[in-house]
Nanobody, 111 residues
Framework: VQLVESGGGVVRPGGSLRLSCVAS????????ISWVRRAPGKGPERVSR????????YSTNFVRGRFTASSDNAKNTVYLQMSSLKPEDTAVYYC?????WGQGTQVTVSS
């Protein structure tokens, strides 16, 4: 099982980023995959949970309406589209399935 994230970077407040997570080694179409972030000095926070049916739920009101999780079964890839980014969104973002975490991708929101 492997998860590889990409798409992080430095962006100004109000900007947008799209994170990608390419999955391999398991039945992608049947898996539930979450996006989890860890901000400096804080514990992990689940941002979204994407079910096999493609339905997404968002675990925190703080991101609802600004972040959208989606998947492309043909590419075994999940995405996290982030808009109206705030400095508080600065964190390492991970995709997670079961007990498997990717290596993470750093998102920094700063002016």
């Amino acid at each position: 099982v492997q998860l590889v994230e990409s798409g992080g970077g430095v962006v100004r407040p109000g900007g947008s980023l799209r994170l990608s997570c390419v999955a391999s080694g398991f039945d992608f179409k049947s898996a539930t995959i979450s996006w989890v972030r860890r901000a400096p000095g804080k514990g992990p926070e689940r941002v979204s949970r994407l079910s096999p049916s493609g339905g997404a739920t968002y675990s925190t009101n703080f991101v609802r309406g600004r972040f959208t999780a989606s998947s492309d079964n043909a590419k075994n890839t999940v995405y996290l589209q982030m808009s109206s980014l705030k400095p508080e969104d600065t964190a390492v973002y991970y995709c997670v399935t079961g007990n498997t975490w990717g290596q993470g991708t750093q998102v920094t929101v700063s002016s």
